[in-house]
Nanobody, 123 residues
Framework: DVQLQASGGGLVQAGGSLRLSCAAS????????IGWFRQAPGKEREGVSY????????AYADSVKGRFTISSDNAENTVYLQMNSLKPEDTAVYYC????????????????WGRGTQVTVSS
């Protein structure tokens, strides 16, 4: 089965940085996209970023553009989310997910999900 394991969350002060990792295993398909999503208490899950396997194209939510960077290590089947200049508004559980469709920031299109890792940014 496809498994996704997110890690790297923690507690940081505003302005700090974290790097999240998503280790993927069990893939049998060629073309896919891996996305990062987050959900804060009382809010809907929202797309943060994604990267496509075919051409490594990327996209970001406006709220994180210029601060977050998604990347992949294909040899290790791992996707990263480098988060800089963190704000209290970034506090959420962060999830990675896989879709075999074209990359999108809409969570409903993703087929497989990891458990998530907590990111807390203090003011």
């Amino acid at each position: 089965d496809v498994q996704l394991q997110a890690s790297g969350g923690g507690l940081v002060q505003a302005g700090g940085s974290l790097r999240l990792s998503c280790a993927a295993s069990g893939f049998t398909f060629d073309d896919y996209a891996i996305g990062w999503f987050r959900q804060a208490p009382g809010k809907e899950r929202e797309g943060v970023s994604y990267i496509s396997s075919s051409d490594e194209s990327t996209a970001y939510a406006d709220s994180v553009k210029g601060r977050f960077t998604i990347s992949s290590d294909n040899a290790e089947n791992t996707v990263y989310l480098q988060m800089n200049s963190l704000k209290p508004e970034d506090t959420a559980v962060y999830y990675c997910a896989v879709t075999v469709l074209a990359g999108t920031l809409l969570p409903g299109f993703y087929n497989y999900w990891g458990r998530g890792t907590q990111v807390t940014v203090s003011s």
